[in-house]
């Protein structure tokens, strides 16, 4: 059984105007957003409690009226902060909606950029900086009327895009060779990740996931941790049980099997491993999990 997509490539909204906005609550409907990627611009927006989200390599907690900025191919993931949960907006938008004419000079001067690792941003925006003072009437603009975005208010999110784009170049800056240098080694790291994806029901050695990158291990486990802010192993470890918690509360396989079809060969160690990331056996994250969706 496969877990969710490392790069997504899910088009949101529709062909012709790719766009989208998704209300969610951490942990009442989803338990997490594992690591990923996409090509479009994501603005994620707190708007209750706490939610953590992790941006390359590096976790932030957002509390009410917190947002972060995701540029297209970042790595990133969101999940629960702590004991607390939260309620969030994710804002989807394609750079292709910023793109005119043929050979447009707005789309060239001020998305291709960004595409490009040309230009890049800080990503986290608390409540009262002046970033997020500027962009927060467009975002409560786009969240609050995201029902009917593609029938009668095309034109308030279009310039609300537009008035956002304004702002990410205006707090932009060039990006340093450092900076470039840094993207394509962990651009490189994504085939381990890929691996785990296809592979995570095998052992997985140091090597193996290090010559899928072309490091050294002693380099790729450097890169590795400040990629994801783990070692290799505890990812893999990680994504397993993701894995497995989602197939408790999805099917009714024994729960043996489940540990075997996860890559766990030691079921005692699968059950404390279970039992340290979710404060509960897998007996009874799956009661709790069937019990939710019966209600």
Same mark, same amino acid.
């Given at each position: ?119 890049? *941003? ?39 895009? #537009?008035?956002?784009?304004?702002? *990410? ?51 790729? *486990? ?30 009714? #396989? ?15 160690? #699968? ?25």
């Amino acid at each position: 059984m496969d877990y969710s997509p490392l790069q997504e490539t899910k088009i949101h909204g529709t062909v012709a105007f790719p766009y989208s906005v998704y209300r969610a609550r951490i942990p009442e409907w989803i338990r997490s957003f594992p690591l990923h990627w996409h090509d479009d611009f994501e603005l994620i927006y707190c708007v209750e409690g706490q939610i953590q989200v992790t941006l390359w390599r590096q976790a932030h907690t957002l509390c009410a009226q917190d947002l972060i900025v995701v540029l297209p191919h970042a790595v990133h993931s969101i999940e629960q902060h702590g004991s607390e949960g939260g309620e969030y907006f994710n804002i989807m938008f394609n750079p292709a909606l910023f793109r005119g004419a043929e050979e447009d000079p707005c789309y060239e001067k001020y998305v291709l950029p960004f595409l490009r690792g040309e230009r890049t *941003m800080d990503c986290f925006y608390p409540a009262g900086s002046s970033f997020n003072q500027s962009v927060t009437s467009s975002v409560r603009a786009l969240y609050t009327h995201r029902k009917e975005s593609y029938s009668t208010h095309e034109l308030l999110v279009k310039s609300s895009l #537009f008035l956002l784009l304004h702002h *990410m170049n205006q707090h932009s800056t060039a990006a340093t060779s450092d900076d470039r240098s840094q993207q394509l080694s962990y651009s490189r790291l994504k085939n381990a990740l890929y691996h785990v994806q296809k592979f995570y029901d095998h052992d997985i050695c140091i090597q193996e996931a290090a010559a899928q990158c072309g490091f050294s291990e002693s380099h790729f *486990m450097k890169l590795f941790r400040e990629f994801t802010g783990m070692s290799f192993n505890a990812y893999l470890v990680n994504y397993r049980l993701e894995l497995a918690a989602k197939q408790l509360s999805e099917t009714d #396989f024994k729960v043996i099997d489940i540990a075997e079809n996860c890559g766990f060969h030691n079921h005692s160690y #699968f059950t404390r491993a279970f039992q340290k990331k979710y404060q509960k056996t897998p007996l009874m994250y799956r009661r709790a999990a069937q019990g939710k969706s019966l209600t």
